[in-house]
């Protein structure tokens, strides 16, 4: 059974997750990737404030398509993470408990996230039209000018994740292959 | 001489943009149909039959199939007796642009590699020519996403290296690579010819339907064989373990230098896509 998560996500809620964990987030969410995550650590080191409150906040790393008409958002599957691995401990410590991608985390946000009391879930990369189904709601709340990297208010209803890395150290990305090869030797 | 127009090959490109970004080609399908029935590890399973609805549902909307619709790389192969009226270069880039603003499609071209700001239309595409016998132009285009081109790698081995030292490259690529390409993925493969030949032979690997295998026995063999050696690696699709890491193994060879053994492994994934047309 999936665990249900309501957004704010909070630290004593993050610390209970565990890797492998299915999940359904509803609530808000932030859309951010490279560019915008950049501009979120300049204005960090210049004491300037973040287009949101990142306290318990979720980061979901996406670019998406451009919305047809009538359409809340285009295809929005989640990107490459790693590439978020030299800002993601800024963020972490300030407060940010969830960030949504896929692939590997490298050992400083790792670190981060056992510290501070975050989680990092992985959502199907390449199923961008099937994810947007879950986005009823998506609105640029600053950095228009970065066009699909512009940071993004996103309204989400069970949107489907796993929890790939957990607040304790557990990777599934090394337990679940490990387990499935220890099945079938 | 026959002539053709250049905004002929705009529009063909428009097309073929929208297309390939749209509807996922049958070799790839069936794979995934096969791969979603022989897994045993229920996540695995699960995974697959999402990753089948996705492309179902892109298709019935006409909505791209992955957010990340890609740079546009676009083969022509042009007949020598034809004569293009205008611009080809500019030809292409404006069906691209023309293509990624009505479709719908995500811009993601940066104009300068370190001072990063976006193009704004998904231009310059990367164009191939190949010129060839006949009259007729062949355009195909594949929209690559970095999730999985990032992954790629190119080795100089030595001679001494052989087939063996090939596969671990192949393999060591595909093991580093990790879940960061999306996978279940479609590893091409460039053997021989030159540092960049490698690289392109690699490319133009991920062209070619994965139920078409290699001409030539030998390599038609290397392919089997290296698509049953990755998917006993247990990545599984999104690698979270299973069977299915790799949905083929597609290599393209070339001579090379007797001092000389290049490699080169283009990782795609999933969502291989590229369409072709022939005007």
């Known amino acids: 059974m999936a665990i249900k998560i309501n957004t704010p996500l909070t630290r004593d809620a993050a610390r209970k997750l565990k890797a492998g964990d299915s999940c359904l987030i509803s609530g808000v969410v932030y859309a951010a990737r490279d560019a915008a995550h950049k501009r979120f650590c300049e204005c960090i080191a210049a004491n300037e404030p973040l287009p949101f409150d990142i306290e318990d906040s979720i980061i979901y790393f996406v670019g998406p398509t451009p919305a047809k008409p009538g359409e809340a958002i285009g295809s929005a599957g989640p990107t490459t993470s790693y590439r978020m691995d030299a800002y993601s401990p800024t963020l972490i410590k300030l407060g940010q408990t969830g960030m949504i991608g896929k692939g590997k985390r490298g050992p400083e946000v790792i670190e981060a996230m056992k510290k501070h009391g975050a989680v990092y879930f992985g959502a199907i990369g390449g199923c961008g039209a099937l994810l947007s189904k879950c986005i009823k709601k998506a609105e640029v709340i600053a950095y228009e000018d970065l066009g699909a990297e512009a940071v993004r208010r996103l309204e989400v209803e069970d949107f489907p994740v796993v929890v790939v890395m957990d607040s304790h150290g557990n990777n599934f990305y090394e337990t679940g292959p490990a387990n499935y090869l220890a099945q079938n030797k | ?279």
């Open chain 2, 1 to 279: 001489m026959r002539t053709i127009e250049a905004i002929v090959i705009t529009n063909t490109v428009k097309k073929l943009c929208v297309e390939a970004n749209c509807y996922l080609g049958d070799d790839i399908k069936n794979r995934l149909t096969n791969a979603a029935a022989n897994e045993s590890w229920q996540q695995a399973k699960e995974i697959l039959g999402h990753i089948i609805d996705n492309y179902q549902i892109a298709e019935q909307k006409g909505q791209p199939i992955c957010q990340d619709t890609g740079v546009a790389c676009v083969f022509l192969k042009i007949g020598q007796d034809v004569h293009v009226q205008g611009d080809i270069t500019e030809a292409v880039n404006q069906g691209v642009r023309d293509g990624y603003r009505d479709g719908y499609l995500r811009k993601s071209v940066v104009a300068d590699p370190l001072n990063r700001t976006n193009t704004g239309d998904n231009t310059p595409a990367m164009i191939y020519f190949d010129v060839v016998p006949g009259d007729q132009i062949e355009i195909t285009v594949a929209p690559k996403g970095f999730g999985s081109e990032n992954m790629s790698k190119i080795a100089m081995l030595r001679p001494s290296d052989g087939l063996e030292g090939v596969k671990e490259f192949v393999k060591q690529t595909v093991l580093a690579a990790g879940p960061n390409p999306c996978p279940p993925i479609v590893v091409g493969v460039g053997i021989g010819g030159t540092f960049d030949k490698a690289a392109y032979l690699a490319k133009k690997a991920l062209l070619r339907p994965v139920d078409q295998p290699n001409g030539m026995p030998f390599y038609a063999q290397l392919e089997k064989e290296l698509l049953e050696e990755i998917n006993a690696l247990g990545i599984g699709p999104q690698g979270f373990g299973g069977k299915t890491t790799a949905l083929a193994v597609n290599i393209e060879h070339f001579p090379t230098h007797i001092a000389g053994l290049p490699v080169a492994v283009n990782i795609n994934c999933h969502v291989t896509r590229h369409k072709t047309e022939v005007i």
